[in-house]
């Protein structure tokens, strides 16, 4: 099984990194070709904008969307789980999204970088006991269709992590974490 | 709930890899940067070209101009303080906007002594010409460096000079035998504990971006190619021609950095780029790179 990081920009080393570390091949995708060789995909963390820009330049947008819609497992963290959702709110009006997981995305939920935390979080049937959810400059996910399972909240009941079928978001980042369960998790979708 | 824990300071640098940090110096422009895909913007009064050219002691922007462009996008935004000024910071700090950096151009408010970046919430960036410097400021509590290049020159030579420097002495460390790591340490006039975890991973512990200097698509993924995580431009966009064509084409070329067919196809009819300046014209008091130690 091959694992694709979409490495347009962001904290891509951190996925390959743990991928790497429970066994698995990975490949960086910067182009639409560089698809073919993957049977999984990860959007990372990095700047919604930023990323969404360069999904469009680079004609990746309706070659990712195919790819799930034929069954790819996708995961988004952070920024990715923005450009995973149906609806991004306060984000640009241009923003582009992949538009695949019947969710709103609300960008820089909790306010500037300062408001940036980490907080023991319980993920439902993904990791037993809690993880040490890292929140960057987060979005909450809002408004879950019914077909989306919510599997994280914040104390305060806000939607952190939430999953469609093959289609995972989380708000948080494992991936700067040293706990490998959400990858090992998503190994198995 | 911890908030501005070190994983989340540096966490932040993280997410801005593989991008471009733009400065501009008005709301319109911090616009046409996010527009063209940066991942960050820097809010000055000056682009360091400007500082350069009317000299002067440079100082922290107006508050109201830095509160106007943090409005304006939905991309982190950064302001420059003096070296040294720790009001400034606390300034900053206090208008909600994402990370610090304590600038060479700005003109210093202190030579001896570096902000006790530890002491804040909100995380800095700091520039460094080598390892030994990176590693000073760090200990200090940068969660973010950069190189300091020659900012305002359009002339990448003293970025690539500083980030060959760093990896290069990384390289170094990783070839050392333990026992020689504690003189490496007395020799960079770095603390033992992050040379050792250096010469151990390979890395630094935080992010490290390339500054000063960069003014073309092939600049940036020059610095890439070197070994930056990603790269700040200063003067090189807004003092172009086409600012916002050549701000989307640095962004592409920093993302496709080992792509030459790409970084070709981005670079073609860019307009005129910012003149730049050779270095050794430059009257030595007036080099930014030596401030800072």
New interface residues.
Partial sequence: MTVGVL????????HLVMLRGVGVAVREV?LPRHLDDVDRLIIP???S??IG??LG?YHLIEPIRQRVAAGMPIWGT??GAILLAKTIA???SDQPTLGLMDVTAR??AF?????????DLAIDGIVAGTHRA????APLLEQPGADVAVRARL?DGAIVAAQQGHILATCF?PE?TDDDRVHRYFLTL | ?????W??KV??A??????VIMDVVTPEQARIA???????VMALERVPADIRAQGGVARMSDPELIARIKESV???VMAKARIGHFVEAQVI?SL????IDESEVLTPADEEFHINKHAF???FVCGCRNLGEALRRMAEGAAMVRTKGEAGTGNVVEAVRHARAVLGEIRRLQAMDPNELFNAAKVLQAPYELVRHVAETGRLPVVNFAAGGIATPADAALMMQIGVDGVFVGSGIFKSGDPARRARAI??A???YN?PYIIAEVSKGLGEAMVGINIDTIPAGQLMAGRGW
Avoid: W
């Fill in positions: 490495a347009l920009q962001g904290d891509v080393r951190e910067r963390g990095g700047e904008t930023t820009k360069l330049i952070c920024a306060d984000g640009r960008r820089n306010g500037s970088q300062l408001e940036s935390f980490e907080v890292v929140f960057i400059r104390a980042h700067l | 709930m911890d908030k501005s824990t994983t989340t966490g932040l993280q997410m801005l890899k593989g991008g996010e527009e063209a895909g940066a991942v960050a939905t991309i982190p700090e909600g906007i994402d990370y919430r909100i995380p962004v592409e920093t993302t496709h792509d």
